[in-house]
């Protein structure tokens, strides 16, 4: 009931900079944690950050400093900037939504994922 439309993947050399959406539409009452999750290939799924509702944040040690996670509420929408990008940083990246509708709690969605190649 609940789609995530992720936006913004593609090819960037290292040191540069990437912007990454993800819009939440369908039957949401309210969404508490967002979040960036990525898979670099033949690897596991990581989280990469997280953001509340009420803008607490959470990154991976590899990427504070680097990355800025932020969200607009009435919007349903989460960002992830990306800035000073390496190789290692090429992955899928994957939004998640913690929603809540008006007749269940705390169910996770995910996106489709989008592509991140960091390459020179």
């Known amino acids: 009931q609940v789609q995530l439309v992720e936006s913004g993947g593609g090819l960037v050399q290292p040191g540069g900079s990437l912007r990454l959406s993800c819009a939440a539409s369908?039957?949401?009452?309210?969404?508490?944690?967002m979040g960036w999750y990525r898979q670099p290939a033949g690897k596991q799924r990581e989280l990469v950050a997280d953001?509340?509702?009420?803008?607490?944040?959470n990154y991976a040690d590899s990427v504070k400093g680097r990355f800025a996670i932020s969200r607009d509420n009435a919007k349903n929408t989460v960002y992830l900037q990306m800035n000073s990008l390496k190789p290692e940083d090429t992955a899928v990246y994957y939004c998640?939504?913690?929603?809540?509708?008006?007749?269940?709690?705390?169910?996770?969605?995910w996106g489709a994922g989008t592509l991140v190649t960091v390459s020179s």
């Open positions: 369908g039957s949401i009452f309210s969404i508490n944690t």
């Open positions: 953001i509340t509702s009420g803008g607490r944040t």
């Open positions: 998640n939504a913690d929603v809540s509708d008006w007749a269940s709690d705390g169910m996770d969605y």
